[in-house]
T-cell receptor, first 119, second 116 residues
Framework: GAVVSQHPSRVICKSGTSVKIECRSL??????MFWYRQFPKQSLMLMAT?????????EQGVEKDKFLINHASLTLSTLTVTSAHPEDSSFYIC???????????????FGPGTRLTVL | GDSVTQMEGPVTLSEEAFLTINCTYT??????LFWYVQYPGEGLQLLLK?????DKGSNKGFEATYRKETTSFHLEKGSVQVSDSAVYFC???????????????FGTGTLLAVQP
């Protein structure tokens, strides 16, 4: 149980285009979803937190208009990288929590990640 | 602010060797502490957690004890296997007063390579 999927797993796009990444909780309702960015040989950096039906809360330094997050349902959140540039190339990971699980609301379940390459 | 520091890797061990990956944290109050593992090509998986001082989290032969006096949460395993090769992340989280989820703060990750 507690499976989170991401699609696509890899995407290559041209500079200036927009890319949408989906994050789904497959067997539970995700009350909160998180988006992270992971640079090579570095830790995960939280980009934003989103609750279903409300606006995402972005971390300091993350451009809201650049990284659009939509959490339209309890099982789906999307991250859209708008007007992507090579410096946006990274590994993007989502996670979700389920306050009804025995592990507790502070336990996050992670997706496998999406590798974005902007040419 | 809150932070997590863990030992740099890679850590290279022979099969059946004893493993320790050090993790220390800086935080006010009483955060929950976690170890996550990332196997090659996969997402992060929760390995174990502890929510209060002196708690010991354990799973799959791994264990870690929440030490408030030393602000540490070191990961140990008595006998590692090749299949344990992965990146291990230490993290902390704090619940807000409303009981809703708070964010995780991760260490930089430690690559463990176990050789046959």
């Amino acid at each position: 149980g507690a499976v989170v999927s991401q699609h696509p797993s890899r995407v290559i796009c041209k500079s200036g285009t927009s890319v949408k990444i989906e994050c789904r909780s497959l067997d539970f309702q995700a009350t909160t979803m998180f988006w992270y960015r992971q640079f090579p040989k570095q830790s995960l950096m939280l980009m934003a937190t989103s609750n279903e039906g409300s606006k995402a809360t972005y971390e300091q330094g993350v451009e809201k208009d650049k990284f659009l997050i939509n959490h339209a349902s309890l099982t789906l959140s999307t991250l859209t990288v708008t007007s992507a540039h090579p410096e946006d190339s990274s590994f993007y990971i989502c996670s979700a929590t389920d306050r009804d699980r025995p592990a507790g609301a502070d336990t996050q379940y992670f997706g496998p990640g999406t590798r974005l390459t902007v040419l | 602010g809150d932070s997590v520091t863990q030992m740099e890797g890679p850590v290279t061990l022979s099969e059946e060797a004893f493993l320790t990956i050090n993790c220390t944290y800086t935080a006010t109050g009483y955060p929950s502490l976690f170890w996550y593992v990332q196997y090659p090509g996969e997402g992060l998986q929760l390995l174990l957690k502890a929510t209060k001082a002196d708690d010991k989290g354990s799973n799959k032969g791994f264990e870690a004890t929440y030490r408030k006096e030393t602000t540490s949460f070191h990961l140990e395993k008595g006998s590692v296997q090749v299949s344990d090769s992965a990146v291990y992340f230490c993290a902390l989280s704090r619940m807000n007063y409303g009981g809703a989820t708070n964010k995780l703060i991760f260490g930089t990750g430690t690559l463990l390579a176990v050789q046959p």
